[in-house]
């Protein structure tokens, strides 16, 4: 009877039925997994979360659960929302950074009007859209079973 | 017939929400006041009072407004996208990275041929030789990675609605 159960059931110690809706999300070879949330969502949430979703939804909903519940157990005070405040900051930084490239070449191209750096500018311009061309065609794998972080 | 010192006047949302006597010490009080049910009570949706209560009594005290407030982010985040929550947020943060890095790259590869073309003159091999080694340090252009497998369009309404202003919590 045991040898069945999925993670859930194995740590809430009940009977893992064929229509469990936790276990194809919380397998048992994997009980960290459930520990964590359950941890932090409790059982009974996440069961009504789940089952408030379509079936094809409900694995990205438990592995953003998971992850959730990962980043709240390693920081208790913020969570992920802790990484939500870093990426601000990151692109707080760029933006600033970019705007002071932006303004430094502007400043260059005013000064220098060269046909040797227009050309080069041109050259520039067709090798970026050389390569843009490129990367239309590139594909990335996904990621969200692996973390993305 | 009921005592009326069984009746708190002053219970804080918390336990307004679940019925029970507010007593001086109890740890929802100072974070979950009586004019702010609804923060509460999505608390109490999406993580539940218990665990609530468990994750506050593990942090120090000074600590407990900003838990309170991230775990009331989350919770909004959740209820608003039940599939990915602030999970949502945070790809569309990161996309929104890798692409000011790539601007950012692109802009730096200009500048330095601005600087190159200026200081001396090139040639037009010396140009597209440049140009090539400066495209070669950009970043490759991301198709989004874990961002296309939200297929939702959460992150898309999202974008219209700021994050959530966390006034209190010190930005890093």
Same mark, same amino acid.
């Given at each position: ?10 740590? $809430? ?7 469990? /809706? ?9 009980? #960290? ?14 069961? @009504?979360?789940?089952? #408030? ?43 600033? #950074? ?12 005013? +000064? ?22 490129? =990367? ?14 | ?14 336990? @307004?929400? $679940? ?15 009586? =004019? ?5 009570? @999505? ?33 909004? &985040? ?13 790809? $569309?943060? +990161?996309? @929104?990275?890798?692409? $000011? ?32 080694? &400066? ?12 961002? =296309? ?15 959530? =202003?966390?006034?209190? /919590?010190?930005?890093?």
């Amino acid at each position: 009877m045991s040898s069945g159960r999925c993670a859930a059931c194995r740590y $809430l110690r009940r009977r893992c039925t064929e229509d469990c /809706i936790l276990s194809p999300y919380f397998p048992s070879n994997n009980p #960290q997994r459930f520990v964590s949330v359950h941890r932090i969502y409790g059982a009974s949430n996440v069961t @009504k979360l789940l089952l #408030q979703l379509p079936t094809h939804l409900r694995a990205e909903a438990a592995d953003s659960l998971y992850f959730e519940a990962q980043c709240r157990l390693e920081d208790p005070v913020y969570g992920c929302v802790g990484l939500i405040f870093m990426l601000q900051q990151q692109i707080h930084a760029a933006e600033s #950074q970019l705007v002071k490239t932006q303004a430094e070449i502007a400043v260059m191209k005013s +000064q220098g009007q060269n046909p040797e750096a227009q050309q080069a500018e041109q050259d520039f311009n067709n090798l970026l859209l050389q390569q843009s061309d490129n =990367d239309a065609a590139l594909s990335f794998p996904n990621q969200v079973s692996s973390g993305f972080i | 017939m009921r005592s009326q010192e069984s009746r708190s006047t002053s219970s804080c949302a918390a336990c @307004k929400l $679940l019925k029970r006597r507010c007593t001086p010490n109890c740890i929802f009080a100072p974070h979950f006041r009586s =004019d702010e049910p609804k923060k509460f009570a @999505k608390v109490h949706k999406v993580f539940g009072a218990s665990n609530v209560s468990k994750i506050l009594i593990e942090v120090p005290e000074e600590q407990r407004e900003d838990t309170v407030n991230s775990l009331a982010y989350e919770a909004e &985040a959740r209820l608003r996208d039940p599939v990915y929550g602030c999970i949502g947020d945070i790809a $569309l943060l +990161q996309r @929104k990275m890798i692409q $000011l890095q790539h601007d950012l790259a692109l802009a730096r590869a200009r500048l330095s041929l601005y600087a190159a073309t200026d200081s001396a003159g090139i040639s037009n091999t010396d140009s597209d030789q440049f140009c090539t080694a &400066a495209l070669g340090e950009f970043p490759v252009a991301c198709g989004g990675g874990f961002m =296309d497998s939200f297929s939702q369009t959460s992150y898309e309404v999202n974008q219209d609605t700021h994050m959530y =202003d966390f006034s209190q /919590i010190p930005y890093i």
